[in-house]
Structure formats: C-alpha cells, structure tokens
C-alpha cells in the first residue's frame, strides 16, 4: 500500500470517528436535522470523506472494488454543491447502515 494511500485511509476513519462521535445520543433525521451544528459539521466530514477517497490511487481503489468509491465520492458531491437540498433521512441511514461498516472494511484493509 502507497504511504499516501494509507494515509487517506486514516483520514476517513478520522472523518468517520467525528462523524459518529457528532451523531451521538441523536434518535433520527429530525433531530439531526434540527441540531444545526452537529449536522453541519457531520456534513463538513462527509466532503472529507469523498475528498479522501477521491486521492486514493486507482491501483488501490481497483484491489478494493468491495467499497463503492464512486458512490462515496458522489454524495461527496451532493453535500458540496446541493447543500440545501440534502435529504436528512438519507444522511441519517448511511449514518446507521453505511458508515460503521465502511470503518471496519477501512480497518481491516489497514491492518492487512
């Protein structure tokens, strides 16, 4: 694994421990919606996230096809550029469903 590879791994697992660290003891999208801050900067991590995964080599990416690069980086682009038309349903199920287990599966390509 390239050093630079590793390190953008790192710095997803960093934007993902934020992310559920900013999301803890909220009980669904209406209150994350409401929680302006927190939702803002969970949001500000999932740009840092598709920002990472952007700068992974491709070699890296091609030997990992089980992690969906491409749909990571396009809601990336959702958050930046349609902000204000985010559904707060949808970030609150890939915060439930998608995010813990795109932390082990980065885990465990680490540790490899």
């Keep these: 694994m390239l050093i630079k590879d590793k ?11 934020r992310i559920l660290e900013y999301t803890s ?4 999208a209406d209150e994350l919606n409401e929680d ?5 900067a969970t949001m500000m991590n999932f740009i840092v996230i598709g920002e990472m995964a ?3 080599s491709d070699n890296f990416k091609n030997h ?6 491409k749909k990571i980086k396009g809601f990336r682009n959702i958050v930046a550029h349609d902000y204000f038309g985010i559904d707060a349903e949808e970030v609150w199920q890939i915060i439930l469903n998608k995010i813990p287990k795109l932390r082990t599966d980065i ?3 680490i540790k490899a």
């Design 7 to 17: 390190h953008s791994l790192e710095s997803i697992i960093e934007a993902i421990d």
């Design 64 to 69: 990992h096809p089980e992690i969906e690069w």
């Design 107 to 109: 885990q465990n390509i």
């Design 36 to 40: 302006y801050r927190n939702f803002d």
């Design 25 to 28: 003891g909220i009980k669904s």
């Design 54 to 56: 952007d700068k992974l």
